[in-house]
């Protein structure tokens, strides 16, 4: 849900040669569909600490997109969501948490799930980070003395 590292970072790691380690994978929970209105009541914690932010319409397409996937393959929406990083040649691994050994058992599987090309690039499609200035002005713009 926050891809901003992609601006600079993962492109400075990627050439240093560093490691990603992705930490809150599943948005605190948001993107195992916990707080998308269904189930959830009145012990929602995002409801009165919403940390780390969501963009909740932009993770409601999202989540639908986790949805068609995770049903094609008969896997959970946390195991897409976690197979999607997993898929990215700069994340090494993610930090998982669990409450239960039945959530971490879930969340293992996700190192089984491969996903299509399709499925990458869409659920990348949906989740671009907003490129940032100056870099939004010179995609306007056609450099002359490039050749």
């Known amino acids: 849900m926050w891809r901003d590292i992609e601006h600079e970072l993962v492109p400075l790691a990627r050439h240093a040669g560093l490691a990603i380690l992705v930490w ?6 948001f993107l195992t569909g916990k707080y998308s209105g269904i189930g959830g009541g009145d012990d929602d914690r995002r409801r009165s600490f919403a940390f780390p932010p969501v963009d909740v319409d932009l993770g409601h397409q999202v989540l ?3 949805r068609a996937s995770a049903v094609r393959r008969g896997a959970t929406l946390a195991q897409v969501a976690l197979a999607w990083l997993l898929a990215k040649p700069h994340v090494t691994s993610v ?3 669990a409450s239960a050994r039945a959530q971490l058992v879930e969340n293992l599987a996700a190192a089984e799930v491969a996903l299509a090309d399709d499925d990458i690039a869409t659920l990348d499609q949906l989740s671009a980070p907003a490129p940032l200035y100056p870099g939004w ?4 713009f056609t450099d002359p003395f490039d050749p």
């Open 95 to 97: 930090i998982v948490g």
């Open 64 to 66: 639908a997109e986790l």
């Open 137 to 140: 002005w010179a995609a306007h």
């Open 24 to 29: 809150s994978p599943l948005a605190a929970g």
